[in-house]
Structure formats: C-alpha cells, structure tokens
C-alpha cells in the first residue's frame, strides 16, 4: 500500500514557543523528527506555517508543504498539506512533530494496524510503569477491547481500577477515505470536554486500533521536556 507520512509543525506553541527549530543536542527538533521518519523508506513531507520551518527542512534536503497558520490542529494542518500535494496514498501518517526520538519500527507498527479491514485509524501506546503518570491529565489514557480496538481516551484513569493504564503515544495512521471524512466533521461534545480529536473519530463511528508497544518516545511539550530530549539524544549521540 502507498504511504506517505506528513509532519504537522507550527511555531506558535503556547507552552514552548518556536518548538520545531528548539535546539536538541545540536539539531533542530524537526529535523530529528523527520530524519526518523525517512527511515521507514516512505515519502516524508512536513506540514509547516511559517517559510523559517520550511528553510530548516531545506537545509536537510527535505519536502515541505505551506500550510496555513490559522488551521485549527495538526490534522486539518496534514490534510491540507496532502490536498496541496496533489498525490494518491492508501495510508496517510500524521506523525507529530514534537518526537525527536521516535523510533522508526514504531511508525511502522503502526502502519501495519491499518491492513486490518475493520480498521480505520492506527496509533500507538505503551504500558504505563511510573504510577505518578495514572493521574496526570497530560497523560492520555486508553480503554481497549480485547481485540485491541479503541473504546475511549481520557486523561482521567481508565479503565477504572485498571491492572495495567496505557499512555497513548501522538502518531496516526489513516487510511485515506477515514482521513478525509474526519477533517469534514465538527469537533464533537467529548472531545471538547477532554480536549482529544481523537473522539471525534469515536463519536462518528471511525474505528480505531491500538498497538501497545515497548517504548514510548519523549513527547516535548515544555522546557523540562525539552532538557530532557537534549540528555536522551545527547546520548544517543555519544
């Protein structure tokens, strides 16, 4: 199947302005991104809203698209990218631009979600293991059936009295028609009590999978993320 990837990136973070050419162990952030993403030998492009993104991408000899600044969220961001490019993909990934460190047999474990007929969307989550993150709202938490497809999200614990919480990691793989029909809804009344698109989806009858998987990669969000990406990629470095 054809897949492309895009990477929604836009500079005007609330909590880290500038995020995408935030400096991590000596390259921008966005670049890290996309250099793991061209790893999975799938055409990568990067969703920007500002020409500084796109002369960042440039210097490392990648493709981008301009988008507009005033999109509402990542996804109408990769979808108009997507419209721009005039191509024709089975799956298209929204993989998001604040993961310097994904690793690129996750981006394909998810991909590989979507040869599921009954799935429309594909996206990730790793076990939680520090018991401080089950009540964190900026930990997003997972309730799955047993056939690994999702029943809700939430940044309150769930399943209730849960033996085991997932945290769900920030990357989706559509299949296209789902793609298109998601970005044609109105947000939904769930996703704006919780502040997640991703009900959306569930609200309108788009089925979506889970692959728990054995990392999560370090989502930078705030200055403390971003010193703790500098010492993880300083590392990897050495």
């Known amino acids: ?71 509402p969220s990542g996804t109408d961001r990769i979808y108009q990218a997507y419209q721009k490019l005039d191509a024709n993909h089975d799956f298209i990934i929204n993989l998001q631009g604040d993961l310097p460190n994904i690793d690129e047999q996750l981006i394909l474990q998810c991909v590989n979600l979507l040869h599921n007929p009954n799935c429309d969307i594909g996206t990730l989550a790793s076990i939680i293991t520090d018991k401080e993150q089950i009540n964190n709202p900026s930990v997003v938490k997972i309730a799955l059936s047993e056939q690994k497809q999702a029943l809700y999200f939430s940044r309150s614990p769930i399943p209730y009295l849960a033996s085991v919480y997932l945290h769900h990691i920030g990357i989706y793989a559509y299949k296209k028609s789902a793609l298109k029909k998601f970005v044609s809804l109105a947000p939904s009344s769930l996703e704006k009590q919780e502040s997640l698109e991703q009900l959306r989806a569930l609200e309108n009858n788009l089925k979506i999978f889970v692959e728990t998987v054995n990392s999560h990669p370090i989502s930078v969000d705030t200055p403390n993320d971003l010193n703790l990406a500098n010492q993880i990629c300083a590392k990897k470095n050495d």
């Open 1 to 71: 199947m054809k897949t492309i990837i895009i990477i929604p990136a836009r500079m005007a973070s609330t909590r880290l302005p500038n995020k995408p050419l935030a400096d991590i162990a000596g390259q921008t952030m966005i670049s890290r991104v996309y250099k793991q993403a061209i790893k999975t030998n799938f055409e990568v492009v990067v969703a920007c809203d500002c020409q500084e993104i796109a002369n960042e991408i440039t210097k490392i000899g990648g493709k981008y698209v301009l988008t507009d600044p005033n999109l």
